[in-house]
C-alpha cells in the first residue's frame, strides 16, 4: 500500500537553529514527491516537486531533498514567518493524477 | 500565477440543509479536486474530475456530491449537511501531466471553514 509517514509531528526551535524534516514513503512507483506550507486556517501553499533520486531544490531559507525512500526539507537559520505546517506528498505511478499526503510536521519558530 | 479561489471563506449551515461550495480555477486546469482536513486526519480526497462533467469518487465520497459543468468550476455538494461534515474544505487543481513523464502538481485554494450546527 502507498503511504507516506512525516516525522517528528511537531519541532520547535530557536530563531537562527537549523533543522530537517523527515517525509518517508513507500510507493509502487514514484512520479514525483511534493512540499507544501501550509499556515493556520489557509490553503497548502505549493513549494517543491522532486522527480528523482538525488534531485535538490532551494527557496530562500529551505531545501528539499530526495532519495529511494526518503525526502528532507532542510532548514537553515530559521526565522518566526518560517512558523508553519509542512507537508510532503507522493504521487505514484499508478495514482491517475490524485497524490498521498502526510499528516505534516508543526514547526513553530521561537524568536 | 496559479489562482484558485473558493466561494466562501467562513460558512455556518443548519442540519439538513443543501450546501453547496464553490470552487475556480484559472489556469485552465483539466483535474480539480475537494479534500476536507480534520485535526489528526490530515488531507482527505472525497472527490475529484479530469474533465468536464467528469468525476471519479475519491476516499471519503460519502454524503457529497459534486458537479463540473465548466472546465474552471468544480462544486461540492452536501445534499443534506449533518455535524459530522463540519470541517475545512479545500479545492485543488492540477494540469495533465505530459506524456512520458512529468506531474501534475496540485494547487490549492484558500479552504472553506464549514459549520453545521
Known amino acids: 500500500e502507498d503511504q507516506v509517514t512525516q516525522s517528528p509531528e511537531a519541532l520547535r526551535l530557536q530563531e537562527g537553529e537549523s533543522s530537517s524534516l523527515n517525509c518517508s514513503y513507500t510507493?509502487?512507483?514514484?512520479?514525483?514527491l511534493f512540499w507544501y506550507r501550509q499556515d493556520p486556517g489557509k490553503g497548502p501553499e505549493f513549494l517543491f516537486t522532486?522527480?528523482?533520486a538525488g534531485e535538490e531544490k532551494e527557496k530562500e531559507r529551505l531545501k528539499a531533498t530526495l532519495t529511494k525512500k526518503e525526502s528532507f526539507l532542510h532548514i537553515t537559520a530559521p526565522k518566526p514567518e518560517d512558523s508553519a505546517t509542512y507537508l510532503c506528498?507522493?504521487?505514484?505511478?499508478?495514482?491517475?493524477?490524485?497524490?498521498?499526503f502526510g499528516s505534516g510536521t508543526r514547526l513553530s519558530i521561537r524568536p | 500565477d496559479v489562482k484558485v479561489t473558493q466561494s466562501s471563506r467562513y460558512l455556518v449551515k443548519r442540519t439538513g440543509e443543501k450546501v453547496f461550495l464553490e470552487c475556480v480555477q484559472d489556469m485552465d486546469h483539466e483535474n480539480m479536486f475537494w479534500y476536507r482536513q480534520d485535526p489528526g486526519l490530515g488531507l482527505r480526497l472525497i472527490y475529484f474530475?479530469?474533465?468536464?462533467?467528469?468525476?471519479e469518487k475519491g476516499d471519503i465520497p460519502e454524503g457529497y456530491s459534486v458537479s463540473r459543468e465548466k472546465k474552471e468550476r468544480f462544486s461540492l455538494i452536501l445534499e443534506s449537511a449533518s455535524t459530522n461534515q463540519t470541517s475545512m474544505y479545500l479545492c485543488?487543481?492540477?494540469?495533465?501531466?505530459?506524456?512520458?513523464?512529468?506531474?501534475?502538481?496540485?494547487?490549492f485554494g484558500p479552504g472553506t471553514r464549514l459549520t453545521v450546527l
Open positions: 474530475s479530469y474533465d468536464v462533467k467528469m468525476k
Open positions: 506528498a507522493v504521487q505514484p505511478y499508478s495514482s491517475a493524477s490524485k497524490i498521498i
Open positions: 485543488a487543481s492540477s494540469p495533465t501531466p505530459y506524456s512520458g513523464g512529468g506531474t501534475d502538481t496540485q494547487y
Open positions: 522532486l522527480y528523482s
Open positions: 510507493v509502487s512507483g514514484l512520479r514525483g
